[in-house]
């Protein structure tokens, strides 16, 4: 029995004490981590490192019922295994009823500005995709062009490097991942298409389930962080989507995609900014449409900019952000063959609100959107929205 007790105060001992505290209150782009990035570089020693990030919301279309959600609650987890190899796994709930696995991969240090990766991990791109902790962004939903166009939060199974040059102020990812699921035998003799012109790429993801792969897509992202206060980023992915076997031969059955991103995040003392640019080329949607009788477009592209102001000082530790956020995103940019150019699908937002970071770790939100879209005569509900946000 003391046996069996010691070695359980042990445990709980080394769970307490391996806890670091994530000061998600650092708004210089160039020194803002993401929660594996935090658990990558927490250990202090320590063998195992926990924390968790979370949100509740409340969104309320105009005209309509409002919807309270706990909307993701995520447990994260590390450990290292010695002072090169270390695991970084994350845990979601979503919606209080859905579990995934949101990362589960091992990093292990080459040396000290490179080390290779391999597992579950989030694909590099954009801003939002790796930096989608509550506490790290504006406004209570996250921007719509990493929703629609980059498809947050976007994760496969892969392999790769990831590091940093220093003296060129130049970090860089490179990782081979299973692609976007296109399509899938229905056992009726039809197929399934799961892309379509609404979302484009999102219903795709797979997710690290049960992950159909025949052909290996290639992501890159370098970001540079040469001058003060100022980061900025290049995207790219690359390769085609994966179908079932049953499907995979058939004309249509996958298409091409090359994307590629710009993004910059600045600050100046009370003053920050954010803005992103993405464009998507997917090539054979002709076909694709005619299999599956699906609307997807041939280019979808989008982007925003954000401006912030701290209405504190910057002596008081608590921060209150007014900010305003002005994004275009559009899955039909182009089309192809037969297939008519959606108005709807052509979409702008206007979000405006207040950030108020009470602790290094927790933040209540409050916006407006104004939404809107090309198409005449069409409405689109505008919506009110308030959060709570934690990480740590």
């Known amino acids: 029995m003391k046996t069996k007790t010691t070695i359980l105060l042990v445990l709980v001992s080394t769970f307490t004490f391996a806890q670091t505290v994530r000061d998600s209150i650092t708004f210089d782009p160039q020194k803002q981590q993401n929660a594996a990035q935090s658990i990558l570089s927490g250990n202090y020693g320590k063998s195992v490192i926990v924390g968790a990030y979370g949100e509740l919301t409340y969104n309320q279309p105009e ?23 270390q695991f970084v796994t994350e845990v979601e709930f979503e919606h209080v009823e859905e579990v995934y696995i949101e990362q589960a991969f091992v990093n292990y240090s080459l040396a000290s500005n ?29 921007p719509s062009v990493d929703n629609v166009i980059v498809p947050t939060t976007w ?11 220093n003296n060129l102020s130049l970090g860089y990812q490179a990782y081979v991942f299973n692609g ?19 979302n484009a790429l999102r219903g795709g993801r797979q997710k690290g389930i049960q992950s159909t ?16 206060g100022l980061r900025l980023g290049l995207s790219g992915y690359f390769g085609d989507t994966q179908a079932d076997d049953d499907v995979e031969d058939i004309d ?4 091409g995609i090359s994307m590629v991103g710009l993004d910059m995040r600045y600050a100046y003392q009370r003053f920050t900014a954010r803005g992103q640019y993405v464009y998507g080329s997917l090539s054979g949607t002709d076909s694709y449409n005619d299999l599956t009788g699906n609307d997807l477009g041939s280019a979808l592209q989008g982007w925003y900019l954000e401006g912030a102001y701290n209405l504190l000082p910057t002596s008081k530790q608590q921060r209150l952000f007014a900010f305003v956020r002005y994004e275009q995103y559009d ?22 609100g207040l950030s108020y970071h009470i602790a290094p770790g927790v933040v209540f939100k409050g916006d407006y ?24």
């Open 63 to 85: 005209s309509k019922n409002g919807e309270l959600d706990v909307q993701r609650l995520v447990l994260l987890f590390g450990y290292k295994f010695n002072d090169k190899t």
């Open 114 to 142: 490179v080390s290779l990766r391999g597992g579950l991990m989030l694909v590099p791109f954009g801003i939002i995709n790796e930096f989608h902790e509550p506490t790290t962004f504006n406004g209570v939903e996250r």
């Open 155 to 165: 994760r496969e199974i892969g392999f790769g490097i990831a590091g940093r040059f």
């Open 180 to 198: 976007f699921k296109s399509t899938s035998f229905d056992g009726q003799g039809g197929v399934n298409g799961v892309l379509k012109g609404s």
């Open 213 to 228: 792969i025949d052909s290996p897509t290639l992501s890159v992202k370098f970001d540079y962080y040469g001058f003060p």
């Open 252 to 255: 249509g059955a996958n298409i």
């Open 331 to 352: 899955t039909h940019a182009e089309t192809a063959g037969l297939l008519t150019r959606n108005d709807a699908y052509n979409r702008n937002d206007l979000t405006t």
């Open 369 to 392: 959107q104004f939404r809107n879209n090309a198409l005449s005569g069409s409405k689109v509900d505008n919506r009110l929205n308030f959060g709570i946000g934690v990480w740590f």
